[in-house]
């Protein structure tokens, strides 16, 4: 099967870098989305160089709406306060396609601190502004970015992927696998309340116990 | 030091009855609550029976508001549905305690979709109900009853403690030890919509993975 051509909107972002690389080094077609172009191509290079030689590397840059329109799916990893804005430029380009939201809704200064969106989640409000026609998944909300480029690191972290359509979520899965994770059937869309709001609770345990990238592991399954 | 007296409010139920039986084993005075004082006497001879021999059996059954009145700390574990009215119960014996609420928030039919109830979470409507002189804690939402009282069973689950009072949320992690199990500060009492709403989560893990007890696991502290 071909793999889907990959677009990662805030990719020159350290998360959205770090799977990007994960997933070129997997053999995934990506393009790197940015309000700047430029800076997305310099991402993309540098990326590029990260990938061990003998792989074909198939990674370029892009405007937010170029990688988008270009792409089969697309993945948002962008500051919440940035959502909207970026949905905007982005909203043709998704358009009957899987958008995995890696969006995660804090508010500063009280990060550790579960706070919850107007429209339930970040996702949930994707989903909303995308319309019916894209499929919204929310996924990878609970790893740290710390070590993602390090291609060899295991990250110890299962990604809770929820949404209202199962192909989608299968997709999800799929790149969780192919970025070294396990990926778990969460619910639909609406439980991503609590995928996203567990990124709040894991900072809080990050601060009191001095380490930088807990995670979570579902057990029994 | 002393260990407190505990008082399991809806001890006669799966999950308050396993943990009451925990507690009782590592040697804390347990008192079973229960609207009917005649089932609470009954479910607490039926736990001291389960108990290896040499221990001290220290578990005895009263009235919801005969067991809180006479514990040093409260641990609520019954239905959201009758939450309310059994805190109305027991409200007078829980001024100036511990509450530890074990409550999880559940709409049925659709048990596997996260629901959050008005007040936030179901342990924050028992901070309001009980007013600021209980120190409320959410503890030991995610785990399963399912063999809480095969008492060489290890539980594969953290409890996520969150709370507003440190003291308190000390009480709840050394219960969440003496019961066989790792406690992790998880923040502010607001955060519990969290652990509350992965219980949802995990349920629904439960019915697509065809098991009965997943968990989660805090990794990387």
Redesign the interface.
């Known amino acids: 099967m071909t793999k889907p051509t990959l677009a990662v909107i805030g990719g020159t972002g350290e998360e959205g870098s770090g799977l990007a690389l994960r997933w070129a080094a997997d053999g995934y077609s990506v393009l790197i989305g940015s309000r700047s172009r430029e800076r997305a191509v310099a991402a993309a290079a540098e990326l590029k160089s990260m990938l061990p030689p003998e792989l074909p590397a198939r990674i370029s840059g892009d405007s937010n709406a170029g990688a988008a329109a270009a792409a089969d799916v697309i993945v948002l990893s962008v500051p919440y306060s940035s959502q909207t804005g970026i949905l905007e430029q982005i909203r043709a380009g998704c358009q009957g396609k899987t958008v995995v939201s890696v969006v995660v809704p804090l508010k500063p200064p009280r990060v ?3 706070w ?1 969106p107007q429209g339930g989640s970040a996702a949930e409000e994707a989903q909303g502004f995308l319309g019916g026609e894209a499929r919204v998944v929310a996924a990878f909300q609970n790893i ?1 970015a710390t070590h993602l480029k390090e291609l060899d690191h295991t990250v ?2 299962d990604i ?1 992927v929820t949404g209202d359509d199962s192909t989608a979520k299968e997709t999800a899965i799929e790149l969780a696998r192919a970025a070294g994770m396990r990926g ?5 869309l ?2 991503s ?3 996203e ?2 990124t ?3 900072i ?2 990050n601060i ?2 001095k ?11």
């Open positions: 550790s601190r579960v919850r740290s110890d972290c809770l778990i059937d969460a619910g639909p609406s439980n309340s609590v995928s709001g567990l709040a609770v894991l809080g345990i009191r116990n380490v930088k990238g807990s995670g979570i592991r579902i057990t029994g399954v």
